[in-house]
């Protein structure tokens, strides 16, 4: 299995532009998860989603997208990127049925600077 | 609101020495607490939880972490620290009358040789 994958591994933007963070679990997860990280201030929740279809905002959704619409892909669009979105991001997955009693699974990150 | 806090931004252990690391919760209902360990440009990954049961939970690579209801703390630990425990350790935890997890801020544990 390769577990959790996140692409791409780096990214520069311009402020204004937009992109999509793409993640793709292979573990069957139902739950699925995007997170940002700040120094001194550890993992935010931005979306996740329970299932393929419904997706819900976590502490800090401005400014970002998200859609389910498989078991496989949680992808993350950020619609016009803003420096304050200069963050490290993380997908995380757990299994089916199991939030939040089982362990989430991350993947590598994404480390993303908007100039 | 729920609230986890790490009150130790970094932690310095000699090797061979007990390590502890600190955690503790503001949530309503019962409390489901987690331990994650982040390596070095590595996303998270799990070392133990409580969910219910014995208060002493173990985990994995030696850890285990005590929950103090009365306390309100869910601290980590381990008898004996090595150079490869060093890395970045995150609490994470919810009530049960609440809908999502929500994470310390992180404390960096240092083991010099």
């Known amino acids: 299995n390769a577990g959790v994958t996140q692409t791409p591994k780096f990214q520069v933007l311009k402020t204004g532009q937009s992109m999509t963070l793409q993640c793709a679990q292979d573990m069957n997860h139902e739950y699925m998860s995007w997170y940002r990280q700040d120094p001194g201030m550890g993992l935010r929740l931005i979306h996740y989603s329970v299932g393929a279809g419904i997706t819900d905002q976590g502490e800090v959704p401005n400014g970002y997208n998200v859609s389910r619409s498989t078991t496989e892909d949680f992808p993350l669009r950020l619609l016009s990127a803003a420096p304050s979105q200069t963050s490290v991001y993380f997908c995380?997955?757990?299994?089916?049925?199991?939030?939040?009693?089982?362990?989430?699974?991350f993947g590598p990150g994404t480390r993303l600077t908007v100039l | 609101a729920q609230s986890v806090a790490q009150p130790e931004d970094q932690v310095n252990v000699a090797e061979g020495n007990p390590l502890t690391v600190k955690c503790t919760y503001s949530?309503?209902?019962?409390?489901?607490l987690f331990w994650y360990v982040q390596y070095p440009n590595r996303g998270l990954q799990f070392l133990l939880k409580?969910?219910?049961?014995?208060?002493l939970v173990k985990g994995s690579y030696g850890f285990e972490a005590e929950f103090n209801k009365s306390q309100t703390s869910f601290h980590l630990k381990k008898p004996s620290a090595l150079v490869s425990d060093s890395a970045l350790y995150f609490c994470a935890g919810k009530g049960s009358s609440a809908s999502k997890i929500i994470f310390g801020s992180g404390t960096r544990l240092s083991i010099r040789p």
């Open positions: 995380a997955s757990s299994l089916a049925g199991g939030y939040p009693y089982n362990e989430q699974f």
């Open positions: 409580y969910i219910t049961g014995d208060n």
């Open positions: 949530v309503s209902g019962n409390p489901y």
